[in-house]
């Protein structure tokens, strides 16, 4: 999912996490707001993962996907993500020979577990509340160039 850049139209509301992803300004205060909670693994960890998705040689998929296992998945990895240990394994087993989407299902439980768990909570939050105001106010300023 590629970061656009924000417009006052899609930060009218946010009706799921992908739109929250899809704004820059929208991922930049989502990512503050995990990291004042200390869950911020699970945006990096998905964020590790869309750009292994756009990487193109087999080595530095190699190299990035064996850098996702040792921080992300593997058990007792310093920013350890909460998957089911099923998915893990399965990860664990095909590490040897990774592809660019090696992370999908392991990183569609991560985007459930934040649009269930962190998404509600970043909506009542301030920083959506300054994210909202930011937006408002880069909107008047488009609206006063025209």
């Not at 799921?16 to 990512?31: E, I, R, T």
């Amino acid at each position: 999912m590629p970061v656009k850049s924000s417009s006052s139209e899609e930060m009218e509301g946010f009706e799921s996490v992908d739109k929250l992803l899809a704004c820059k300004d929208g991922l930049d205060a989502f990512k503050a707001f995990l990291k004042s909670e200390f869950s911020d693994e699970n945006i990096e960890f998905w964020l590790a993962c869309e750009d292994l998705k756009k990487t193109k040689t087999s080595t530095q998929i190699a190299l990035k996907a064996n850098n996702i296992y040792c921080e992300f998945i593997k058990t007792e990895a310093p920013r350890e993500v909460n998957i089911d240990h099923k998915t893990r394994d399965i990860i664990s087993q095909n590490i040897s020979q990774p592809t660019s989407n090696c992370f999908d299902d392991a990183q569609k439980l991560i985007l459930c577990l934040m649009a269930k768990d962190s998404f509600p909570r970043f909506l009542r939050s301030e920083n959506y509340k300054d994210l909202i105001k930011k937006q408002q106010q880069n909107g008047q300023k488009k609206w006063l160039l025209f």
